[in-house]
């Protein structure tokens, strides 16, 4: 199948001009799909001298692993967030794993990782902090 990672890569470059985040978020670079890794590739070669965090979806391809930073979350987030992610992400619904049960399960179990108050937290990869 024809690649157009030079396309991807192109826009990505396009956005190093005209933002500096403060941190930028991207797909972890060990998920199993395709087009997740190429996104991930590209927003390192971007962002270089940024705080990137990787950040984990669950799906069927079972690519969850050992999250380095975690951020706990209020009930309250986690259950704003999984609502946004059930609104938006139509082309999903399909798909046996998409429930708002996966989510609040993904959160709850990092939220025991972190021992976060509420039960509930975030996880993300990160390759390199500079403090």
């Not at 798909?95 to 025991?112: A, C, E, V, Y």
Request: proline letters at 6%.
């Amino acid at each position: 199948m024809p690649y157009f990672g030079a396309d991807v890569k192109a826009v990505f470059e396009e956005l190093k001009e005209s933002v500096s985040p403060d941190v930028v978020f991207t797909h972890n670079r060990s998920d199993a799909h395709q087009d997740h890794r190429l996104l991930a590739e590209l927003t390192w070669n971007t962002f270089r001298n940024h705080l990137i965090l990787e950040y984990e979806i669950p799906k069927y391809d079972g690519d969850l692993g050992q999250p380095t930073v975690f951020v706990p979350l209020p009930v309250e987030l986690c259950q704003k967030k999984v609502q946004i992610i059930v609104d938006t992400f139509e082309s999903q619904r399909s798909k046996r794993w998409f429930h708002p049960d996966t989510f609040f399960s993904l959160m709850h179990l990092r939220g025991i990782e972190c021992n976060a108050p509420s039960g509930f937290a975030e996880g993300f990869f990160c390759r390199k902090l500079v403090l």
